[in-house]
C-alpha cells in the first residue's frame, strides 16, 4: 500500500482538527497508508513572516528531522506547504541542512494538489448538494499556482452547484499576524471577500487553506452572514451514504 | 508629532471604515484592471514582455557606470548639462541655482514623481517661485495642496464632483461636473502658464544611453509643451532609469502603457536630448539633466533587492494590492506608496521612520504577479522584515513573543500539553461569556472576529483515538 505522512499544521491540530481528520478520511478511501509524525509540531511560518528567521530556523531543521523519512509528505494547507516548499530552501541556505531542504521542497505536497497530480484521482465520490464558491488562497495561487486543481476536484462532486464568486483571487486579508496587527485593514480585506461570496449566492465558501477559512468564518459570523465556510476536505470526506439522511437531497436531482 | 508609524495606524482605520473613498478607488481601479486584461491580448505573450523588459532594466542597473557615463558623454555633445546629485538636497540646490540665474519666475512642471521625492517644488516656491503642475491629475492634488494619491494617477480617489466642486471654488463658473467642461476650465487655466513660464520641469521614464535622450510618456501631451515652450528644461530622473539602447523603446514603451493603464501605447512618446540646435525652430534655450542617487546606490549594493532599481513607476502593483485599496494612497505618507513604497522607502530614508510598512501586507503576492520588470516585491517584504527584526527595532515584548514560541513548539510534548491548556481555558472563558472581554487572550483576533469554536480534542487526540475507524 501507498504511504502517505501528514503535516498538521499547528493551528489546524489545536483550532481545527476536523480539517485534517476529513483530509485522512479521503486520502484513506482512495487506498493510502496514513502516517502522523507525532513528533511534527509547527513550520516556523508565524516567525518566518514576521522577520525572526533566527527563531524559526531551528523549527525548520526540527522539522526536516520529523520528515526525514517519509517519501510523500501531504498538507491541508497551501500555506504551510509552501512554507516548506518554498521558503526552507532560502531560510536554510549556507547551511548544512541546505540540501535535504531542497530535497523535501520536492517532496511535500498541498492536499489538492497530491489528489490531482500525483494520486490522479479527481472523482473522490463524494456527495455535497449545496451550492460552494471556491476562494483562491494567496499562497496556494500565487506560491503554488494551484487554481484548477481544487475546482477540478470540487466539478466532480455529486450534487454540487459551484460557482465563481467575482474576484475569488482577492486577498481575505488574513495573512497571518498581519490579521491582528492591522486588523482594521484585515477585516475591511475580509469584508469584500464575504460580499462577494454573498453576490455569488454560494451557501458556502471553500478553500485549500483553513487559515483563511478561519479568518473567514470569523467575519461573516460577526456580521451574521448566511454563507459557511467549510474547508475542501470537509467537502471530499461527504458521500452519498453520509448525506444519504440529509433532508436537501433528493433522489434523482444528483448528478455528475 | 507622532511618528509615521502612529499616523499610518490612524489613517489605516479612518481609511478602511471609509466606505465610499473605497467605492471610488475600486470604480477606478476596475476600469484601469478591465482595460489592462482586455489589451494584454495584444501582446502574443505577456511573459515574454515581462521577461525582456527585465532582461533590459537588468542590464542598465547592473552596469550604471557604463550607460550613464554614455549618457552623459551623449547629453554633453549636444550641448546639454548634466548634474549628478548624491542627495536630494544637492538636487534642489542646483535646480534652484538655474531658475536664480535666469530670473525664472514662473514654472510648469509635468508629472514626475522624483520631484514628490527631493520635494522641489515648495523649495521653489520658498524662492518665490510660481509652480504649475500641468498633467491634469496632479492640478487637481496641486489645488488641493494634496500630494499625489497614486503614482500613476495622482487624483484617483476624486469622484468627478469632488472636482466639479474644487473648480467651482478656484475657478467659479462652472456649471456641472461634465468632464469636458472640467477638462476646458483646467486647460484655460494652465495654456496661461504654459506662455509665461520660464522654466519646465518634468521626470525621465527612461534615460537613453547610446542616444543620450530622454524618453518621456504621458497621455495629455503636457510632458512636450512643458519641455518645448519654456526658454529652460530641466529633467529629472534617478539613476536607474537608464537603458543601453534606443529600440529598446519598442517594448519599454507599449510595456509601461500596458502595465499602467492597458493601453497599447500612451499618447505622447517623446525623445528630447538637448537645447534648440542652430537649425531647430524650437525647443528650450538650455537643457539641464538632473540625475539623482539618493540612496539608489545603497540599494544597488545590496544584491538581494537590487531589483527594486528596475521599477518604471507604472503604478501596476498599487492597483492590485488590497491594501492599497483599502488604506489608500495618502496613508502611507510616502512619496510612493503601494508595494513599491513599502519595499523602497525603509531602503531609501534612514532612520528607521518607515519601518512599520512592510509589516503592512498580507504578503498575497498579487504586486509580483502584475510586475512588468518582475520585482519579487512581496519577497522583499518579507527580506526587510527580516532586516528589521535583526536590526533590533522591534518591541522587547514581540521579540519574548517569538522566543516562547519558539520554545513551546522545539517539543512536541510541550506544544501538545499547553495546547490543551490553552483550549481548555478558552473553553471555559468563553463558556462563562467572557469572549472578547480584556480576560480574552485572543482579544487581538475577537475583537473583528467572532470567536471560533474550539475543540475539546486537538487532531493528535482524535487521531489516536479513531485512526483505526476512519
Redesign the interface.
Known amino acids: 500500500m501507498k504511504k502517505v505522512a501528514m503535516f ?1 499544521p ?1 493551528f ?10 476529513d483530509m ?2 479521503v486520502l ?1 478511501r482512495i487506498g493510502y497508508e ?1 502516517e ?1 509524525p ?5 513550520c ?1 511560518q ?11 530556523r ?2 525548520a531543521e ?1 522539522f526536516l528531522r520529523v520528515f526525514r523519512d517519509a517519501e510523500v509528505v501531504v498538507c491541508p494547507s497551501g500555506s504551510c506547504t509552501t512554507m516548506v516548499r518554498n521558503f526552507y530552501p532560502e531560510l536554510l541556505a549556507g547551511t548544512p541542512l541546505q540540501q535535504e531542504a531542497a530535497g523535501l521542497s520536492r517532496r511535500v505536497f498541498e492536499f489538492s494538489e497530491f489528489l490531482v497530480k500525483q494520486a490522479k484521482v479527481i472523482d473522490l465520490g463524494a456527495a455535497f448538494p449545496h451550492r460552494v464558491a471556491y476562494h483562491d488562497a ?2 496556494a495561487l ?2 503554488l499556482h494551484l487554481k484548477q486543481e481544487p475546482r477540478e476536484l470540487l466539478r466532480r462532486v455529486r450534487g454540487i452547484d459551484l460557482v465563481e464568486m467575482p474576484y475569488s ?3 481575505c ?4 499576524t ?13 469584508d ?1 471577500k464575504i460580499r462577494n461570496a454573498e453576490t455569488s449566492t454560494a451557501q458556502y465558501l471553500t478553500s485549500t487553506d483553513p487559515s483563511c477559512l ?2 473567514i ?6 456580521r451574521n452572514s448566511p454563507v459557511r465556510t467549510i474547508y475542501l476536505a470537509g467537502i471530499l470526506a461527504q458521500t452519498d451514504a453520509s448525506t444519504a439522511a440529509s433532508p436537501h437531497e433528493k433522489k434523482g436531482e444528483v448528478s455528475l | 508629532m507622532s511618528s509615521p508609524a502612529q499616523e499610518f495606524l490612524r489613517g489605516a482605520a479612518i481609511k478602511s471604515a471609509d466606505q465610499k473613498h473605497r467605492q471610488i478607488v475600486r470604480r477606478g481601479i476596475d476600469h484601469y484592471e478591465s482595460a489592462v486584461e482586455r489589451n494584454r491580448a495584444r501582446f502574443s505573450s505577456w511573459e515574454a514582455a515581462r521577461q525582456r523588459a527585465y532582461e533590459i532594466k537588468w542590464e542598465g542597473v547592473n552596469h550604471l557606470d557604463k550607460y550613464l557615463l554614455e549618457f552623459e558623454a551623449r547629453v554633453k555633445e549636444r550641448g546639454g548639462h548634466v548634474f549628478w546629485a548624491e542627495s536630494s538636497e544637492q538636487a534642489r540646490q542646483y535646480i534652484i541655482d538655474v531658475a536664480a540665474r535666469a530670473g525664472v519666475r514662473t514654472v510648469v512642471k509635468s508629472k514626475s514623481m522624483v520631484t514628490e521625492e527631493i520635494h522641489l517644488t515648495s523649495a521653489l516656491e520658498e524662492k518665490g517661485i510660481q509652480v504649475f503642475e500641468t498633467d491634469l491629475g496632479e492640478f487637481i492634488v496641486q489645488l488641493r495642496n494634496e500630494p499625489p494619491y497614486h503614482i500613476m494617477t495622482p487624483a484617483m480617489h476624486l469622484s468627478r464632483t469632488d472636482i466639479a466642486d474644487l473648480f467651482r471654488e478656484k475657478f467659479g463658473e462652472i456649471e456641472s461636473d461634465d468632464p469636458q467642461e472640467l477638462v476646458a476650465a483646467a486647460r484655460r487655466a494652465l495654456r496661461k502658464a504654459f506662455f509665461s513660464a520660464e522654466m519646465g520641469i518634468s521626470g525621465a521614464n527612461f534615460l537613453v544611453a547610446d542616444s543620450g535622450m530622454i524618453a518621456l510618456t504621458t497621455n495629455e501631451g503636457n510632458g512636450r509643451l512643458g519641455t518645448s515652450l519654456p526658454r529652460i528644461h530641466v529633467a529629472v530622473a534617478g539613476i536607474e532609469k537608464v537603458i543601453p539602447r534606443t529600440e529598446d523603446l519598442a517594448l519599454l514603451w507599449p510595456t509601461i502603457a500596458q502595465a499602467a493603464v492597458g493601453q497599447s501605447i500612451a499618447c505622447y512618446n517623446t525623445l528630447l536630448g538637448g537645447p534648440r540646435a542652430a537649425n531647430e525652430v524650437d525647443g528650450p534655450e538650455e537643457f539641464h539633466v538632473v540625475l539623482l542617487d539618493n540612496g539608489r546606490s545603497e540599494l544597488l549594493a545590496n544584491a538581494e533587492q537590487r531589483d527594486v532599481l528596475h521599477c518604471i513607476r507604472c503604478g501596476a502593483c498599487l492597483n492590485a494590492c488590497p491594501v492599497f485599496r483599502t488604506v489608500g494612497g495618502h496613508t502611507y505618507g510616502t512619496t510612493y506608496p503601494g508595494p513599491i513604497g513599502s519595499v523602497l522607502t525603509p531602503n531609501l530614508r534612514g532612520g528607521g521612520q518607515f519601518q512599520h510598512l512592510p509589516f503592512a501586507s498580507s504578503l498575497c503576492g498579487a504586486c509580483t504577479d502584475v510586475c512588468p520588470v518582475k520585482i519579487d516585491l512581496h519577497h522583499h517584504l518579507l527580506h526587510n522584515r527580516r532586516d528589521i527584526v535583526d536590526s533590533a527595532t522591534r518591541p522587547a515584548g514581540e521579540r519574548l513573543g517569538f522566543q516562547l514560541w519558539r520554545w513551546m513548539m522545539m517539543s512536541a510534548l510541550r506544544f501538545a500539553l499547553l495546547g490543551s491548556a490553552g483550549r481548555a481555558a478558552l473553553r471555559l472563558l468563553y463558556a462563562i461569556g467572557l469572549e472578547r472581554s480584556m480576560l480574552d487572550p485572543l482579544r487581538p483576533w475577537t475583537k473583528v472576529h467572532a470567536a471560533p469554536a474550539i475543540p475539546a480534542k486537538s487532531f493528535r487526540t482524535l487521531w489516536r483515538e479513531q485512526r483505526g475507524a476512519l
Open positions: 498538521i499547528c489546524v491540530d489545536q483550532l481545527m482538527p476536523q480539517v485534517g481528520m485522512a478520511r484513506r496514513l502522523f507525532e513528533e511534527q509540531t509547527c516556523g508565524p516567525g518566518f513572516n514576521s522577520g525572526y528567521w533566527q527563531d524559526a531551528p523549527l526540527r494567496c499562497h500565487r506560491e483571487e482577492e486577498c486579508g488574513f495573512g497571518g498581519f490579521a491582528t496587527k492591522f486588523s482594521m485593514i484585515s477585516s475591511a480585506m475580509g469584500n478561519m479568518h468564518d470569523g467575519i461573516l459570523r460577526r
